[in-house]
């Protein structure tokens, strides 16, 4: 698996708003300057956090985003899940996918199983609130 610069800056804006929801909206201009993420980029990755309920949006003067959840109840998985569209470490665990003809006879099935068993175990226990707690100490 192979997080993209999209999921990774989706949790760091996560976080900044996080850190700062008790400043109301934050503007997408102070988001993008915090993390030295183009406003442009940061557009395409707010729209997808909005459209699945994760941010409240408002243009105009006092606009801006804010979470629309507690940051305790976003959890690393599901917003990976969302950016990434899967975290499954190879394609025939991906969900909607066929099941691959040779699963019963594939020795590298059960291994691939527990690792996304592991992955997604570990990602669905860090939430937004535990990156907020993080200063370059490991989790």
Do not use: F
């Not at 708003?17 to 183009?38: F, T």
């Not at 691959?100 to 590298?108: K, Y």
């Amino acid at each position: 698996m192979l997080v993209s610069t999209k999921g990774r800056y989706a949790l760091r804006v996560l976080v900044d708003l996080a850190r700062h929801q008790g400043e109301g909206r934050v503007p997408l201009k102070e988001v993008a300057e915090r993390q030295g993420i183009s406003e442009k980029y940061l557009e395409n990755i707010l729209a997808v956090l909005v459209r699945s309920d994760m941010l409240s949006g408002m243009r105009g003067k006092g606009g801006g985003y804010r979470l629309t959840r507690a940051p305790e109840s976003y959890t690393v998985g599901e917003v990976l899940r969302l950016t990434e569209g899967t975290i499954a470490p190879v394609s025939c665990l991906e969900n909607g996918c066929e099941t691959c003809e040779r699963v019963q006879g594939c020795p590298t099935h059960p291994l691939w199983m527990e690792l996304d068993r592991r992955i997604s175990g570990y990602l669905d226990n860090v939430t937004v609130a535990d990156l907020c707690l993080v200063e370059g100490k490991h989790l």
